[in-house]
Each structure stands twice: as C-alpha cells, then as structure tokens.
C-alpha cells in the first residue's frame, strides 16, 4: 500500500507564497506520477499539476501556469507545489493523488489553503 501525507497549507495574504508538500511511503516504488488537485467550496476537484516520475514530464492547468510550479524528490519519494502569487481564488483544500504503475489511485487527507484579500 501507499500512503501520502501532505503539509505547508495554511493562511497568506493575497500575492504571498505557500510550498506544499506530499511525502508518499509505503510501496512508493510502485507510484507512476503524482498529482495536485483543489477543491473550492461549492466547486468541483480540478487537477492543478501533475509530476510523472519515470520522465520528469510536468504539466500545469492554465490556471496557475506561470504562478505555481510543481517538482519532485525521487530520493525522498515527496512532490512538491510551490505556488506564487496567490490570490482569493486559489482558496480551496489541495489534495495529493499518487496514480500507481497499475492505474490505482490513491489521495492525500487533504491541506487547507487560505488566501485573504
């Protein structure tokens, strides 16, 4: 099994900056890409950026192109979302999915991040 945790949500103020963290353990190996998604109140999940480790590939919605940059540490089996720039809107819970070798998902609990005007 596979189990992720994530970190760094919190509180900032509108163009502040926030870094969060998935750190996966478990089968670890068995982890194909990793993703962040959001989900605002009364919004549906949208995927924000995704990491796939075998080629580095990374991929950024067009929504926070530019503003967020997602990377990863294979020796430490973490993803990371470094996001700039932040605005009301980015206000949502973010939620770490790692999508296994077999096509298994699996998430994070989720971390709250806050962006005041």
């Known amino acids: 099994q596979v189990q992720l945790v994530e970190s760094g949500g919190g509180l900032v103020q509108a163009g502040g900056s926030l870094r969060l963290s998935c750190a996966a353990s478990g089968r670890a190996f068995s982890i194909g890409a990793m993703n962040w998604f959001r989900q605002a109140p009364g919004k549906e999940r949208e995927l924000v950026a995704s990491?796939?480790?075998?080629?580095?590939?990374?991929v950024h919605a067009a929504s926070v192109k530019g503003r967020f940059t997602i990377s990863g540490d294979n020796a430490k089996k973490t993803v990371y979302l470094q996001m700039n720039s932040l605005n009301p809107e980015d206000t949502a819970v973010y939620y770490c999915?790692?999508?296994?070798?077999?096509?298994?998902?699996?998430w994070g609990q989720g971390t709250q991040v806050t962006v005041s005007s």
């Open positions: 999915r790692a999508v296994l070798r077999n096509g298994s998902p699996v």
């Open positions: 990491f796939a480790w075998s080629s580095g590939s990374l």
